[in-house]
């Protein structure tokens, strides 16, 4: 699994004018991409991994904070174009994102496994034609892969 975590002080989706997810933050808004062997115990890995991810702003003494040190909001939307591969010709290819029946069960995953370690989570719409709307806080963006 890949994810591009961005650090954001707000962040929304929306699919056809319907805001379907939103944060305020500080926290995380996260692009999900799965591969073809993926799995639920990566899922949790991922879910582990971001929501304990030291990115956010310092506490005091100066030491970064993860959203589960804050209880930051996370917004987790599904992108297959995280997979996409551009070594080759002027079109990339999408043969390493795993097909949405198995992709969007491991998506899901991810969400259960951070609303099951107590994260407060907003979501996109599997397979819709999203826009994403956000306030990068640094810039500060990172790629995590499990």
């Not at 933050?25 to 304990?52: E, F, I, N, Y």
């Not at 956010?56 to 992108?79: A, R, W």
């Amino acid at each position: 699994m890949r994810a591009v975590v961005q650090r954001v002080t707000e962040a929304r989706v929306t699919v056809a004018g319907e805001t379907v997810g939103a944060i305020e933050g500080p926290g995380l808004c996260v692009l999900v991409g799965v591969t073809h062997g993926d799995t639920p115990a990566k899922a949790a890995q991922l879910a582990r991994k971001l929501w304990t991810l030291r990115i956010l702003p310092v506490d005091d003494e100066g030491v970064e904070q993860s959203c589960s040190d804050i209880g930051g909001p996370l917004l987790v939307i599904s992108q297959f174009t995280l997979y996409g591969d551009a070594r080759k010709g002027r079109r990339p290819t999408w043969t390493a994102a795993a097909p949405g029946p198995v992709a969007e069960p491991l998506v899901d995953e991810v969400v259960a496994q951070l609303r099951a370690l107590g994260a407060k989570v907003e979501t996109g719409r599997f397979g819709a034609d999203m826009q994403v709307a956000l306030v990068n806080d640094g810039p500060f963006t990172v790629l995590v892969e499990v």
